[in-house]
């Protein structure tokens, strides 16, 4: 059976520092065999944002019709998900914030309607990674994003300890990440990482 990586690249800029650092992280994963990848753009996967109504807490879905009716089953079967997103405003960009708050109708299949979210052998499985780039070099510039992206994982059933994060700072201008000194090792080293974490467990 094959790794499954599903990848979403979050920002309105395409092939910007945030999604460049995610194809870095998802070519060496891709060196490896057996590793399935698809990327979504989130700018054009038509996920509206929530709308609060709590109907999923009683229907165990939502009650939207649009491009979440096909990400919600990837989310489910992926082993692996990764996020990336521009920092914008000291927080997530709104295309990955959509996809944080469409997560309500896992948060309500686990904690209202006390049902599974992947089936209970996969619990402790899947991981989860978060990339993130930035404009500003403020110490703080990532905080703010972090709890959110756990949010998601958490309610997917990726554990806060099978999170990874790598997030770099001082990239604005398009392409500013091409000349950072660490990105580009950092993400393959990473990338070959997660894959190999994942044939333990997949294996176990």
């Not at 800029?13 to 590793?35: F, I, K, Q």
């Not at 990327?39 to 944002?49: F, H, R, S, V």
Request: with cysteine.
């Amino acid at each position: 059976m094959p790794i499954k990586v599903l990848a979403f690249a979050g920002s309105p800029r395409r092939h910007g520092n945030s999604e460049t650092l995610l194809d870095w992280v998802l070519a060496s994963m891709g060196e490896v065999p057996e590793v399935a990848i698809e990327k979504i753009a989130l700018t054009e996967a038509n996920i509206n944002p929530c709308r609060g109504c709590n109907a999923c807490e009683k229907l165990n879905k939502c009650i939207q019709r649009d491009g979440m009716d096909i990400v919600h089953d990837k989310i489910i079967d992926a082993d692996c998900i990764i996020i990336s997103s521009p920092i914008f405003c000291l927080g997530l960009c709104a295309q990955v914030k959509a996809l944080v708050d469409r997560a309500q109708v896992f948060r309500a299949r686990k904690y209202v309607l006390k049902l599974p979210v992947v089936p209970p052998e996969r619990k402790g499985k899947r991981l989860g990674l978060f990339l993130a780039t930035a404009g500003q070099n403020w110490d703080c510039v990532f905080d703010a994003s972090v709890p959110a992206i756990k949010c998601f994982y958490h309610v997917t059933d990726v554990r806060d300890a099978d999170i990874s994060y790598l997030m770099i700072n001082g990239v604005d201008e398009k392409g500013a990440i091409e000349h950072h000194p660490t990105a580009r090792a950092d993400a393959q080293k990473l990338g070959k990482t997660v894959i190999a974490e994942l044939k333990k467990r997949l294996a176990a």
